[in-house]
């Protein structure tokens, strides 16, 4: 094994192209936009993760990574594709399919082809290993099929690419074993060999748990504005129970994992799965919920200026896939009564559809501040100067993430009982 093609550079393709580089091996990289390739040809990246520009300008320039529009011959195929989802909330495994069949010219026999894309179960039986024997090659016995999903946290992927248990399903034991030494030759964690639709499902199921926790304490929220109770001191001494880890409320969940794999269950299992349905429906109310309590505060105030603190869909990152702050922005911003602006330091402005703002003009005249994002810029926010610049300085904290005071007023949104309208 010397040359891994992997196919599709977005957040995990290129984190991953990178540290197989870094070990060693000649990596291509191949993605259809040509300014990725372009970029990454010059020792450039196009997204943002702590440490990467620097493996990246490292292995670029000593030749072990480079990129390509189309794949080449190797002897190891990645497919790190995204997997969306359907207006009708199925998965869209196309991306896939046009990888995979993108490959097929190359691939030869004694090769590995591993799918990191996330994908509903049974896809590596049912529409993978058909295309590899259209191709002309046995998909049991000519090459080592396998599913192996990432599992990593953004701002954290170069280590834990290395350091996280890495689970490998392949169609036949044979192809789990090779799938796996693949890994095992970069990855310090364990490498854990099962079937693929075992590896599909648990992937899926990870973030499916993760997603109906949330749920719980995005319903917990809502009770909690009825009954007059502070949801935040509820889940925290909830959580003193050694057994009882409920996760942290906030607008919504999103992400190209959380807010979409739980659909890839449903699809293949509807009338099985009213919980993780349910869940889905929590979350995704969220936003509505937030934008009526940003309306319920500024409700005396004629035409106000709100200020929107992050539209990543969590904290410290650029990814704004499926994020509900964006969600939550885009539906503000055209609210006839509100005067709506967004500032966010790791987001630019070719990845939305309204200007953004510095913090200083964010804020200037603002009567209002929603922290839609846990940034650490908003863990750590200059209270002297939204005293100073905002007409009215008041805080709506959706991530229970900037640091009491009784400087200004500070609304959270476990917290919203008490909530009143801010007035000039």
């Not at 009825?226 to 935040?232: D, E, M, R």
């Not at 009213?274 to 869940?279: G, K, N, R, V």
């Not at 936003?287 to 500024?298: G, M, S």
Request: proline letters at 6%; aromatic letters at 4%; charged letters at 25%.
């Amino acid at each position: 094994m010397k040359k891994i093609c992997v196919v599709g550079l977005g957040y995990i393709g290129l984190p991953t192209s990178a540290i197989f580089a870094q070990a060693g091996f000649e990596v291509v990289g191949v993605d259809v936009n040509k300014k990725v390739v372009d970029s990454l040809n010059e020792g450039n990246i196009h997204i943002e993760e702590p440490g990467l520009p620097e493996v990246v300008e490292k292995v670029v320039r000593e030749g072990k990574l480079r990129a390509s529009i189309t794949p080449e011959e190797a002897d190891v195929y990645i497919v790190a594709v995204p997997t969306p989802i359907h207006e009708d909330l199925t998965a869209n495994v196309d991306y896939v399919k046009s990888a995979v069949e993108a490959i097929v010219p190359h691939i030869k026999e004694g090769n590995v082809l591993i799918v990191e894309s996330t994908i509903p179960p049974r896809t590596m039986d049912d529409l993978v290993a058909p295309i590899i024997k259209e191709a002309g090659l046995d998909p049991y016995k000519d090459v080592a099929i396998a599913h192996c999903p990432e599992r990593v946290l953004p701002g954290h992927i170069l280590r834990e690419l290395i350091e996280n248990t890495r689970i490998v399903g392949g169609i036949t034991p044979e192809a789990s074993k090779k799938a796996a030494d693949v890994y095992r030759a970069v990855v310090k964690g364990e490498v854990m060999e099962t079937e693929a639709v075992t590896a599909e499902m648990s992937k899926l199921m990870e973030n499916t748990y993760r997603d109906v926790n949330i749920a719980l304490a995005n319903e917990l929220v809502k009770i909690s504005a009825k009954l007059g109770v502070n949801a935040h001191s509820v889940i925290e001494l909830a959580n003193r129970h050694p057994r009882v880890n409920i996760h942290l409320p906030g607008p919504g969940v999103g992400g190209h994992c959380l807010a979409v794999d739980p659909y890839f269950i449903v699809e293949k299992a509807t009338e099985e799965s009213p919980l993780i349905q349910t869940a889905r429906k929590i979350n995704n109310s969220m936003p509505h919920f937030v934008e009526a309590q940003v309306e319920r505060l500024t409700a005396e105030i004629e035409n106000p200026k709100i200020a929107l603190f992050g539209l990543t869909y969590k904290g410290n990152i650029d990814d704004v896939r499926e994020s509900p702050a964006l969600d939550i922005a885009e539906s503000l911003v055209k609210h006839p009564r509100l005067n709506v602006v967004a500032h966010d330091p790791h987001v630019r402005e070719e990845q939305v559809s309204f200007p953004l703002y510095s913090f200083e003009d964010a804020v200037a005249d603002a009567h209002l501040v929603v922290v839609l994002a846990d940034h650490n810029e908003f863990k750590s926010l200059e209270i002297d100067q939204l005293k100073k610049r905002m007409k009215t300085p008041v805080v709506f904290d959706t991530k229970n993430c900037v640091p009491e005071t009784n400087e200004i007023t500070i609304y959270r949104l476990g917290d919203i009982s008490q909530l009143k309208a801010i007035q000039e």
